[in-house]
């Protein structure tokens, strides 16, 4: 017994799905919120459930050091803990701790790393970060791997692959099959066709409940993701939900749908939503410009999120100007209520077998940019 995942309709490569998961269903094709310290920050979990999310994602680094996956365990696990009740995806912590430059140290086990609060040293195997994951409770918990850096000569890139598919069945071993909860394999490969081929084929052997494609969004660009998928995702099991990590732009996700891609997560919307950036369905909108300052048109007439319907574009701008926190948090707001506006759109276009019309209006309304100042 593990998750269930059934395919609704299809559109070219394109998938309509849905995954069943102990804590709940999720529709696909589906983009996950991220909340890194057991929060989407300046969300209440509420806020993000309204927005449309179905699945947040949780990080095992983060988590494993503050507050620990004990504690949080002895709590009633993450759901719990941060009283979101619907499904969480946790990362393996691989991507974060590689990421420590300098603070940690790989060998052919796992990785030593210090943590970035205090500097106390950890360790994570792929038998600790799935012990970590089922601590947390997670619903979708991923295989612990090396994302390789990029850009990576042929050699390097082998290597840290078949690193990666020695720890994805070890992950296995170590991952308690139980109904509603899923164990994910991540492709790598970087740029190298034969790599994701044979990365592809040895996840595929040891057999997973879905498929990760990793190692994509690290700098190659959007024209060469899309290659990348092209390879990929048809060798990936029909049967299985796919998920893009880490991805990304609006028309990112687009792209990857038309490509059979299922599932998605980014900080994107909500880190931008710090910084006074919108992402809306004209393209990207600054609101910390001078353009919006005496603007009482909302962000987008057309969304119907509380930051387009309550407020106007020059109080948005003065609310980030004078570093008030309902700035963040009424972006943020707008940019999740935007992702999944976007993802139902491909959902029902899909269904609708018109996703080429989807991702061409898209393509258009982007391209026409932000509405001209008043
Ligand atoms: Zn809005």
Redesign the pocket.
């Known amino acids: 017994m593990t998750l269930g995942f059934e395919i609704l309709g299809t559109d070219g490569a394109a998938r309509r799905g849905r995954v069943t998961l102990a804590h709940g269903t999720v529709e696909t094709p589906a983009f996950m919120p991220v909340g890194t310290a057991a929060t989407v920050k300046a969300m209440r979990p509420e806020s993000v459930a309204e927005t449309g999310a179905e699945i947040l994602l949780g990080n095992t680094y983060h988590l494993m050091l503050r507050p620990t996956a004990e504690r949080i365990a002895e709590l009633g696990g993450l759901h719990t803990f941060m009283n979101w009740p619907k499904p969480i995806l946790t990362d393996s912590g691989g991507f974060q701790v590689m990421s420590l430059a300098g603070r940690r140290k790989i060998d052919a086990d796992g990785v030593t790393f210090r943590s970035h609060i205090d500097g106390s040293e950890h360790r994570l195997t792929p038998a600790r970060s799935i012990e970590i994951q089922d601590l947390l409770d997670a619903d979708i918990t991923m295989a612990f791997d090396e994302c390789t850096p990029h850009p990576a000569e042929h050699g390097t890139a082998a290597e840290s692959m078949r690193l990666s598919m020695r720890w994805a069945k070890l992950s296995r071993s170590a991952f308690r099959d139980r109904p509603g909860y899923g164990l994910f394999g991540i492709v790598q490969g970087s740029v190298y066709d034969d790599l994701r081929r044979e990365s592809v084929t040895a996840l595929t052997d040891i057999g997973f409940d879905g498929y990760a494609i990793g190692g994509l969004a690290v700098g190659e660009g959007q024209a060469e993701m899309f290659r990348v998928l092209d390879v990929t995702a048809p060798l990936l099991p029909d049967d299985r939900p796919r998920y893009l990590m880490g991805v990304g732009k609006p028309g990112d996700l687009v792209g990857a749908v038309q490509r059979g891609v299922d599932m998605f997560d980014c900080v994107l919307p909500s880190r931008s939503g710090r910084t006074g950036q919108?992402l809306?369905r004209r393209g990207a909108v600054n609101i910390r410009n001078a353009r919006h300052m005496a603007d009482p048109r909302?962000?987008?007439p057309d969304?119907?999120?509380?930051?387009?319907?309550g407020y106007s574009r020059a109080y948005l701008h003065h609310l980030s100007k004078a570093d008030e926190i309902l700035g963040p948090m009424l972006l943020t707001?707008?940019n999740l209520?935007?992702y999944q506006e976007l993802m139902a759109g491909l959902r029902a276009a899909i269904a609708g077998q018109t996703l080429d019309d989807f991702a061409a209006s898209f393509a258009e309304q982007q391209a026409a940019g932000d509405m001209p100042p008043l």
Do not use: E, G
């Open positions: 919108a809306t909302p962000l987008d969304c119907a999120c509380p930051a387009c319907t707001w707008h209520h935007y």
